[in-house]
């Protein structure tokens, strides 16, 4: 089973601009080569350690959890699927870089979260929130996080029975 994460971003701008960001984001942390196009990661596309990455419009329910839990909707989405050939922790890294590198690029409230099973990160109302486990925010991710400004905040989306 692969392992996967997502990004649901309540962005003022459509998709493609998202990716647009994106791929501005992914450049500039040296995670696309330079020849890469913006409007590739609206098919997917791989990065440069084999994470796999698509953004696309956020189809959302109402019972939606970040909806529900959080209390935003998103309009955009990054799936991210780590690749099975190479090493996890690096592809983690860049999961990790490129959301918060896609934030400085795109405003608006967001989430990056595992199977809607442990939120890693959480934008709301311009804060950025970064879990507390330090497992997950080692101290070279949290060197790449700075200079933001952050707070380590732990949230969980709720449980249904």
Same mark, same amino acid.
């Given at each position: 089973m692969a392992?996967?994460?997502s990004l649901a971003?309540a ?6 601009q998202?990716?647009h960001?994106t791929?501005?984001?992914? =450049?500039?942390? *040296?995670?696309?080569?330079?020849h ?5 990661f609206? $098919?997917g596309?791989?990065?440069? =350690?084999?994470?796999w990455v698509l953004v696309? @419009? ?5 019972w &939606?959890p970040?909806?529900a ?5 998103p309009t955009?989405r990054l799936?991210?699927r780590?690749?099975k $050939? ?8 860049? /999961?990790?870089?490129?959301? /918060?590198?896609?934030?400085? #690029? /795109?405003?608006? $409230?967001?989430?990056? #979260? =595992? ?5 890693l990160?959480? *934008?709301?109302?311009?804060?950025l929130?970064? &879990?507390? =486990? ?7 991710r949290?060197?790449?996080? *700075?200079?933001?400004p952050? *707070?380590?905040?732990t #949230?969980a989306?709720?449980? @249904? $029975?």
């Open positions: 392992i996967s994460y971003v962005a003022p701008v459509d998709v493609r998202v990716a960001a791929h501005q984001a992914a =450049r500039s942390l *040296r995670l696309v080569d330079a890469s196009n913006p409007d590739a609206l $098919d596309a791989d990065l440069v =350690r084999g994470t696309a @419009e956020a189809k959302v329910q109402p &939606n970040v909806v839990d959080l209390g935003f909707t955009a799936a991210f780590l690749g $050939d190479g090493p996890l922790d690096p592809q983690v890294d860049d /999961v990790l870089a490129l959301s /918060v590198g896609l934030l400085d #690029h /795109v405003a608006g $409230d967001a989430v990056l #979260h =595992r199977d809607f099973e442990e939120i990160l959480l *934008r709301r109302a311009g804060q929130l970064l &879990n507390e =486990r330090d497992d997950l925010w080692t101290a070279q949290l060197a790449a996080v *700075r200079p933001r952050f *707070r380590r905040e #949230h989306f709720s449980e @249904e $029975d």
